[in-house]
Nanobody, 126 residues
Framework: VQLQASGGGLVQAGGSLRLSCAAS????????VGWFRQAQGKEREFVAI????????YYADAVKGRFTIYRDNAKKTVYLQMNSLKPEDTAVYYC????????????????????WGQGTLVTVSS
């Protein structure tokens, strides 16, 4: 499975961006897809995940209420809509997918994801 992340860029604080994660797999709609980010000099951290079976979503506390994760199955793409961006959101954002039809609850650690996109840089200026 190949994942292609895009949509990053430079935005002022308070602005919005939408990241996209396009997959090569036809059955992409049966995978949990998450977004992680890594700021310079910091460890990678969980941002959000979309659950394929229940179509629910979970968010890190730092982005809750500002970010929304959703998918367009026809386009085999998962999006991360980021609103009210803050300078502390500056990071390289990665999308990642878990195993096919994974039904566990290990969402928050990157080691539980089988496939990763290449990352897209988001820079939020103050």
């Amino acid at each position: 499975v190949q994942l292609q992340a895009s949509g990053g860029g430079l935005v002022q604080a308070g602005g919005s961006l939408r990241l996209s994660c396009a997959a090569s797999e036809r059955a992409f709609d049966r995978r949990n897809v998450g977004w992680f980010r890594q700021a310079q000099g910091k460890e990678r951290e969980f941002v959000a995940i979309l659950i394929w079976r229940r179509r629910g979503a979970y968010y890190a506390d730092a982005v809750k209420g500002r970010f929304t994760i959703y998918r367009d199955n026809a386009k085999k793409t998962v999006y991360l809509q980021m609103n009210s961006l803050k300078p502390e959101d500056t990071a390289v954002y990665y999308c990642a997918a878990q195993g096919f039809m994974y039904d566990g609850k290990a969402y928050y650690t990157g080691t539980n994801y089988a496939y990763w996109g290449q990352g897209t840089l988001v820079t939020v200026s103050s």
